[in-house]
């Protein structure tokens, strides 16, 4: 449960964090704290999420009650939302007022979009006929390069993206003066984005996993092969897919605002062996061959999305 892996920054990051995506407000700083006091070590946190100031009152707990002895025990992660991708070191300023921090240790780009920045809300504008309200022709190059500059303000140690796909990281990577550090996107053996990571294995970006469970983990739970290496084992299914990610050397992402759940996510980890990876992965490439895998939601929204002119 303590591993961590080194990323491209010489940062070590921890290899199992809790999520806080869709994590109901008024539950999040309890979850929080329990998670630290059960020994997690990286927090997951967005501006979007709308619970980042219940993360800071969690941290903060944390703090107080000497579960964290210091900020280096931590290692928190934000993400700059579509409504500033014009303007991220406005948001990056927000999110850290509402964690109480002077720094993160990881900042994303949320999406490599943007929504109207002077909309009718600060997170999800629309418009009159109730559409997302984007601002087409963005150059998320430009906004890697204020990413980058972010750096050096010593806001955050490291940066990096999320859901990004192939053709946006062959994009950013003859701009990047810095690589990415990181690449955050949805994955688990029914979604193995597997041409994503390999192209991040390369570059040395190291992958995040959110959605473990499959989102609600409903069909994951129920799948053959999981059951089958849960049984082996003698753990549960939620056991499975969030060992998955062990031999595949990426950080996992396990949400959830239930205390037992939060305990037995990061103590149910187990090391699976080579016959399990092969059924998984063979579920996984069975998947993909009937073109049954889970769609990749990119571009977001399901609406267009055209590549910036010039980067
Ligand atoms: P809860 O917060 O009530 O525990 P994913 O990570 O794939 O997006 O899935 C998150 C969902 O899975 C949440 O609804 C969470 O609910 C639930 N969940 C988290 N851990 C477990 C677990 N060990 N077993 C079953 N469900 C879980």
Redesign the pocket.
């Known amino acids: 449960a303590n591993k961590t892996y080194t990323l491209n920054t010489g940062h070590q990051i921890p290899a199992i964090g809790l ?1 806080t ?3 109901e407000p008024g539950k999040v700083k309890e979850a929080v704290l329990y998670a630290l006091k059960a020994g997690y070590r990286l927090i997951d946190a967005a501006y979007c999420y709308g619970n980042e100031d219940e993360v800071g009152a969690g941290l903060k707990e944390a703090f107080a009650q000497g579960i964290l002895k210091s900020r280096a025990d931590v290692f928190v992660v934000s993400k700059v939302w579509a409504t500033y991708t014009t303007r991220c070191e406005l948001g990056l300023d927000k999110s850290l007022q509402s964690l109480g921090l002077d720094y993160v240790d990881l900042y994303l780009v949320h999406w490599p979009l943007l929504m109207n920045p002077a909309g009718n809300d600060d997170r999800f504008p629309k418009l009159g006929n109730g559409e997302r309200d984007i601002i087409w022709g963005f150059n998320h190059v430009d906004c890697w390069k204020q990413m980058e500059r972010l750096v050096a303000s010593g806001k955050t140690r490291a940066i990096g993206v999320c859901n990004y796909s192939k053709p946006y990281l062959e994009q950013l990577l003859p701009y990047a003066t810095i690589i990415p550090a990181v690449n955050q996107i949805e994955n ?1 053996p029914a979604l193995p984005q597997q041409e994503i990571v390999d192209l991040c294995k390369a570059k040395g970006i190291h992958i995040m996993a ?8 409903g069909p994951l739970f129920k799948a053959e092969p999981v059951i089958k290496i849960a049984q082996k084992h003698g753990v ?1 299914p ?1 056991a499975v897919l969030l060992s998955y990610h062990y031999p595949r050397k990426s950080t996992v ?6 205390p037992e ?1 939060i305990k ?2 990061l103590t149910s980890l187990i090391e699976l062996d080579q016959e399990d990876i092969s059924l998984l992965d063979e579920y996984s490439n069975n998947l993909v061959k009937e073109g049954k895998v889970q769609r990749y939601v990119y571009p977001p929204f399901g609406v267009k999305f055209g590549f910036p002119d010039k980067p």
């Open positions: 999520g995506w869709q994590s688990h959110y959605s473990p469970l499959g989102s609600t983990g549960k939620a992402l396990a949400k959830s605002t239930n759940r037995e996510n």
